[in-house]
């Protein structure tokens, strides 16, 4: 997909869409010769050998005979205390992770960007004001309101992510504490257990896709809700749904590719791409990189393959992921305004709709929900531009709370695949501004959830964060983008050249690069069948001409 310079292949631009369509297709080729070159590309051994290493253990220590953990613990805490006592530096690592702080470190002033700042979404909107409701996917116990100690170290959960029994989980609203008696959560009808501490503690280990997915799954309030590419259903894949964590095959965790060091995950996207450098996993010495190349190289494909001429222009995610949420569905659209409808008896509601999931709730308003999703396609450099609440909006257009960095003429931006998830949110009318509401609290709080009182509701949060807010209230519509980089299909299964190589392909609209089979000028298209028709008569009459020819010959 390089820019096209010459102008022949306008002329003969129906041969050229032919022969880069054959020269593409999966499964052309000697397939043994793509395995021999496949196996040479960077830390393609070292990936087989993290995931196939015999015994199964990365630990020397049992944890079932260490002396501080052979207590009958009653609290959280006290497990934290016990894991201090030998993991010395794990408070000070954690405490300075985006994990904890919820903000972007290092993004403009270091207090702004991230999910605790003045960034906003259009799904559960923000988390200042609604904190039990939202900590409880933290890394961290008690965290209720602004008041939250992050210097106490006693407050980390290190079973979150440790935990190898996968029996231990957060309640919903008690602020990142599990349960201390069994107790029903109306919302999805389930009773949580207390945890077994000691026989957790016991069996702690390295984090697994479980213990990540237990919030990433279930990230903006349920079950593939965000990102369209994590759910529950990559917890234990097949290979149809996900070649590298294939849980019969190469059944990668998700540290596999998101590196870390001293509890510093790789892979946030705010102002700092995610993968600065396209180098090899070998040459950035295990670094905290995430891309395709780290394994697979700058040309992964058999040799002389045109597929291997896209990889300047294309993320490989954007051939080899064809579809998002292709076992469970995922939410594509969320519209606030309609919130606060009541039943016949004057009560809070839900409509299900296709796939049993809600379509309407009275606490957050109508949804769409979607299988299968073609995603959609701009230039990514690894790196997002995100709306702040203090930024002004223009409510006469289609406001993006977020959005894909990158151009055509960035060195580090690829053509990279998205989910768009539409929304229609609350703000300030007379600001200009987005706002963010208090969503979540007791009966007797300003709560929406509460009172379903918008003005109410959005009072009370932007004094929360100290924001002016004139008191009306209006809706402005949105779009949020996440980035699609999981459920990577197998080979047979990419993107087919003619999904792009058409007039109304996936890269209709997407400026900067020149398309073959996409971008056609009238012009030039008429000079191409005025060729072909030339050609094709050209041949037909001289084979008429040879016809007579031939019968003149044999009258004499």
């Known amino acids: 997909m390089r820019q096209c310079k010459r102008p022949w292949y306008g002329i003969w631009g129906l041969a050229v869409v032919a022969v880069i369509s054959f020269a593409a297709a999966p499964g052309l080729g000697a397939a043994d010769q793509a395995e021999k070159e496949a196996d040479k590309a960077p830390g393609r051994q070292l990936a087989r050998s993290a995931t196939t290493a015999p015994g ?294 839900k409509k299900e709709g296709p796939y049993g999931k809600s379509v309407y709730d009275t606490k957050k308003g109508d949804f769409v929900w979607e299988k299968n999703v073609e995603p959609v396609y701009y230039w990514f450099n690894g790196a997002m531009s995100n709306m702040l609440v203090t930024d002004t909006v223009d409510p006469s257009k289609m406001l993006s709370v977020n959005h894909p960095a990158g151009s055509p003429d960035d060195p580090k931006a690829r053509i990279m695949p998205f989910k768009r998830h539409i929304g229609k949110q609350p703000f300030d009318p007379v600001n200009a501004t987005l706002v963010i509401p208090h969503l979540f609290g007791p009966k007797d709080s300003d709560a929406y959830w509460a009172n379903y009182d918008w003005k109410r509701a959005v009072t009370s949060g932007m004094k929360y964060v100290d924001l002016p807010f004139s008191g009306e209230v209006g809706f402005i519509e949105t779009e949020y983008f996440f980035p699609i980089t999981h459920m990577v299909a197998p080979k047979e299964k990419v993107v087919a050249c003619d999904q792009c190589h058409s007039t109304e392909g996936r890269l209709k609209g997407l400026p900067g690069v020149y398309v073959p089979g996409r971008d056609v000028h009238a012009g030039v298209t008429m000079v191409g069948w005025g060729a072909v028709i030339a050609a094709f008569l050209a041949v037909v009459g001289h084979g008429i001409g040879r016809m007579v020819s031939s019968a003149r010959r044999k009258r004499q």
């Open 56 to 349: 199964a253990r990365w630990t020397t220590a049992d944890h079932s005979k260490l002396e501080a953990l052979q207590k009958d613990f009653t609290k959280p805490e006290e497990v934290t205390a016990a894991c201090l006592s030998c993991h010395q530096l794990a408070a000070d690592q954690i405490q300075h992770s985006i994990h904890w702080t919820w903000i972007c470190p290092d993004c403009g002033d270091g207090k702004s960007m991230g999910k605790y700042g003045k960034t906003i979404n259009n799904f559960c909107i923000a988390v200042p004001s609604n904190e039990p409701r939202c900590t409880s996917c933290h890394i961290g116990y008690g965290w209720k309101d602004k008041k939250f100690d992050f210097t106490a170290k006693d407050r980390i959960d290190c079973l979150v992510c440790h935990d190898t029994t996968h029996t231990y989980e957060k309640f919903p609203t008690k602020a990142g504490y599990p349960v201390t008696e069994p107790t029903l959560f109306p919302e999805d009808g389930k009773t949580y257990l207390p945890p077994d501490y000691k026989k957790i503690v016991g069996k702690v280990g390295r984090p697994d896709r479980l213990n990540c997915g237990a919030c990433h799954f279930y990230g903006g309030g349920g079950d593939g809700v965000k990102h369209g590419d994590l759910d529950s259903s990559m917890g234990m894949p097949k290979k149809s749904l996900d070649v590298h964590m294939d849980a019969e095959g190469l059944n990668f965790t998700c540290q596999r590719c998101h590196t870390t060091k001293e509890h510093q995950i790789a892979g946030r996207l705010y102002t700092s791409p995610a993968a600065p450098e396209r180098i090899s996993l070998t040459e950035a010495d295990l670094a905290s990189k995430i891309a395709c190349e780290s394994c697979h190289g700058q040309k992964p494909h058999k040799n002389d393959t045109k597929a291997n001429d896209h990889t300047d222009k294309v993320a490989c995610q954007s051939c080899h992921i064809p579809e998002f949420a292709r076992v469970l569905p995922t939410k594509m659209s969320w519209d606030w305004s309609t919130a606060g409808k009541m039943n016949a008896d004057g009560k809070p509601f």
